[in-house]
């Protein structure tokens, strides 16, 4: 179920009404659990039991965690956890990669390896990385284990973020799901509407129609002329930003809706000054997650500028590979790894960060030339593309108009996060124009929205 | 508070309904054309269209789109009857680029072109309308068919699908444009029209949705497929001539050159079709006009699409501008229309049942 179907909003308006009915605590988590099981359910019924299963090990590898007091012991428990989590993502999502990446050795050998027709579980790699989160924190003794089977496997389950994040802590979810039922507040109910809304309008009308347009052009740049390319570019910058910051804005404001906090995602990434701020600002929980969960266990920057780089580099190219079980992913986390680690050797030298100007744009170079590997399905299609960015070869001038609109609307989006109207951007209840803008948007959802179906782009990861 | 937000959801609305007629396309309801009896767009209404392309059309006499020629017509000059779907109709273009308006500029004001294409129409439409044509006072010289899809001929014989629907003419009357888009979004999925149908059922989905459909490109024509589709045509073609003996041109315009996931396809896929039909049309003396090497040629050393549009896609879709100059310059140069107007012999042609 995604979103943006009526099907999730109907849906939505149900499990709002029965839950704020709900004046227990377990009762209310026990509605959320079945709902969000439902909610994952619509999509494939049967992977439910992949979901049970990872809650059930975390659950239970937790426990001994806590509960056992030799280090050692701690330890196996923990790799019971890791290998079973990553055993279970390492199949559904790399087994076919590895082996076709593999096969050339393979075949060499006189072997033919083949692949098997697996189905990747929606949300496996968010959810995945949710369980992990959770009993590395226990054995880090940075949070207890949860005695409630039910207050646990909603916070692994529940569908605002289960499929496509944002991927939220244990300590930040579960102190919430086990403390007292929150209190109807309507400010936070608007709060929270107002950011489905916003989310609504991001996917629907702005990342669709730059959707419309990438797809084409991306499926055969050759055909395009050079500004055409570029526009497609731009454009998968703007589309994949507003699918997620989107599905993010969406998931928070749903939490909301019903009680909850979630931490924010997204921070209007293409402000950032540099590619390190730049990764402060998109994906924000993968970026923390990664961030404590690899690059400082993998020693951080405690151990030499070399090491430094080594480590940067083996943290980006898995959180490349963690997008998708693909080349162009690797070699796009390969791209921001080097690009982090050039930009530290810069600033090592000069002794301070580059002006806001340079800064800006050579991140926004860096960026764009990273969406071209992240888009791409294989680097001879990255080729072309390129080659039409910095050769202007002749071929269709395409410009849409909704699509050169929606470019506008990201630069004027930006512009005005940056500056004060970034409070009117809040629509908050008790402003004259608040309902205005609110009937606009809401009727612009319903007539300009593309009449096809497109899923969130992060579903696929 | 209340009577704050009541004001401001009024006044957001009254900003989308007045800034509506920039995206949203009109409705327009119909009326019985006597002369064609059928079911035409309302003489002297404006329809406009905020699809793939961005136009407006001049709705003229008998149901006319687009710049028609004025009532009676000109008896010095060449007069085509115009028959096609939405992709002849042209409401994607102003009406200075349509079909019609660029035959007679190209002409150099000779032929005046009647515009009676209508989207959604086929060849069961267009045979009734042509006897009815006949029996009015309209002088015309020749039928020209733009033929793009073969749909549209590959028919079996039926009743012409025109059917009032009175609801659908007061709605289009008596509500705004906006409205009745907004109601159809949400009633009716976006990939086909249909209404929509709400799932609540777990998945995996196993009904043939179209994410799994196959593309009309890769479907493989079974050969007795083949085999009916000509005798179809065969039928279908006959009843014309029996229909009318007004000289017939067939324009054939395929979806070829096509942009089909990034690659240009150049070869029709019904190649083999078209020349069943040249030996059918010789048989009875139809003449048919093969536009597939212009339209190629467009594509190879201009680098004009003659279908798609900004606002769409390129190599997709409808006849843009660049398609009917190109359909309008055959049209023009066709040497049939030499010898004509004939149009102290035309009138007196009557069909024969």
């Known amino acids: ?461 | 508070m209340i009577l704050r937000w009541t004001i401001g959801c009024i006044a957001g609305l009254l900003i989308i309904a007045v800034t509506s007629p920039c995206f949203v396309r009109s409705y327009t309801p119909r009326v019985v054309q006597p002369q064609r009896n059928a079911l035409t767009l309302q003489p002297g209404a404006e329809y406009r269209w905020r699809s793939e392309g961005y136009a407006n059309t001049q709705i003229g006499p008998l149901g006319m789109p687009g710049a028609s020629p004025p009532l009676p017509l000109n008896p010095s000059t060449v007069h085509l009857a115009l028959w096609g779907d939405s992709q002849a109709e042209g409401v994607c273009v102003a009406d200075d680029q349509k079909i019609a308006a660029q035959t007679h500029h190209l002409s150099a004001e000779r032929i005046d072109v009647l515009p009676f294409a209508r989207s959604g129409d086929d060849c069961n439409d267009w045979l009734p309308q042509i006897t009815s044509l006949q029996r009015s006072s309209i002088k015309l010289d020749a039928h020209v068919f733009l033929l793009v899809e073969w749909s549209d001929w590959c028919q079996p014989v039926r009743q012409p699908s025109s059917i009032t629907d009175q609801q659908f003419d007061w709605v289009a009357e008596q509500l705004p444009a906006f409205l009745i888009q907004a109601t159809r979004n949400v009633l009716t999925t976006g990939t086909d029209n249909q209404f929509r149908r709400l799932r609540f059922r777990p998945g995996p989905i196993t009904s043939n949705s179209s994410a799994t459909a196959v593309a009309p490109a890769a479907v493989t024509e079974q050969p007795d497929q083949w085999t009916s589709r000509v005798a179809m045509l065969a039928v279908q073609l006959a009843r014309l001539k029996h229909q009318t003996r007004l000289p017939c041109i067939f324009l054939y315009a395929p979806l070829s050159p096509a942009i089909i996931n990034g690659d240009i396809l150049w070869d029709d896929p019904d190649d083999d079709l078209f020349q069943a039909m040249q030996s059918i049309a010789a048989e009875l003396g139809f003449d048919v006009v093969d536009l597939r090497h212009q339209m190629q040629q467009s594509v190879r050393t201009g680098k004009q699409w003659p279908r798609g549009f900004h606002n769409g896609q390129f190599g997709v879709g409808h006849y843009n501008a660049v398609g009917y100059r190109i359909i309008s310059a055959a049209l023009a140069a066709h040497p049939r229309l030499d010898a004509l107007p004939l149009t102290s012999t035309a009138n007196t042609v009557t069909a024969e049942r």
């Open chain 1, 1 to 461: 179920m995604q979103f943006t179907q009526i099907e999730f909003l109907l849906f939505l308006a149900l499990v709002l009404t029965i839950a704020w009915q709900c004046r227990q605590r377990h009762s209310r988590n026990l509605v959320l659990l079945l709902a969000s099981y439902y909610f994952y359910s619509y999509w494939d019924y049967r992977f439910c039991g992949l979901l049970l299963f990872s809650t059930a090990v975390d659950f239970v590898v937790a426990k001994k965690i806590q509960t056992t007091p030799a280090r050692r012991s701690k330890r196996c428990w923990l790799v019971v956890s890791l290998s079973s989590n990553l055993g279970v993502l390492g199949f559904f999502k790399y087994f076919n990669f590895f082996i076709e990446s593999a096969a050339p050795l393979v075949q060499s050998l006189g072997w033919n390896p083949g692949t098997l027709d697996i189905i990747l579980p929606v949300g496996i790699s968010f959810y995945t990385f949710q369980t992990l989160s959770y009993t590395i924190d226990v054995y880090r003794g940075k949070i207890d284990a949860t005695d409630s089977l039910l207050d646990f496997a909603l916070y692994v389950a529940f569908f605002p973020q289960l499929v496509a994040g944002p991927i939220v802590r244990a300590s930040e979810l579960l102190p919430q799901l086990s403390g007292n039922v929150p209190h109807w507040s309507s400010r936070r109910f608007y709060g929270g509407f107002q950011m489905v809304l916003r989310g609504l309008v991001k996917k629907v009308l702005l990342a669709d129609r730059l959707g419309e347009m990438v797809d084409v052009v991306f499926a055969g740049p050759e055909l395009y002329d050079g500004w055409t390319v570029w526009l497609a570019v731009i454009g998968y910058a703007g589309q994949i930003y507003y699918d997620f910051s989107g599905y993010s804005d969406i998931a928070i404001g749903i939490a909301k809706m019903l009680g909850f906090r979630f931490p924010v995602n997204f921070r209007h990434p293409y402000l950032a000054g540099s590619v390190t701020e730049f990764w402060r600002r998109w994906h924000m929980t993968l970026s923390r997650w990664l961030r404590d969960y690899l690059y400082i266990p993998l020693g951080g920057s405690r151990h030499g500028s070399m090491r430094t780089a080594i480590n940067l580099i083996i943290t980006m190219l898995l959180g490349g590979l963690w997008h998708g079980a693909a080349w162009t992913f690797v070699l796009w986390g390969l791209w921001h790894g080097v690009a982090l680690v050039v930009e530290r050797w810069l600033r090592s030298l000069s002794g301070r960060a580059s002006p806001f100007c340079l800064g800006h744009l050579s991140t926004l170079a860096v960026v764009g030339v990273g969406w071209v590997l992240f888009r791409c399905d294989s680097l001879q299609d990255c080729w072309l593309v390129v080659q039409q960015l910095v050769f202007w070869s002749p071929g269709i001038g395409w410009y849409p108009p909704l699509a050169i609109a929606a470019v506008g609307c990201m630069v004027a989006d930006h512009i005005a996060w940056s500056t004060r109207l970034r409070r009117v951007m809040r629509l908050r209840f008790d402003r004259w124009y608040a309902p205005v803008v609110t009937t606009i948007m809401i009727a612009c959802l319903i007539l300009y929205a593309p009449r096809g179906f497109a899923p969130f782009v992060y579903f696929q990861f």
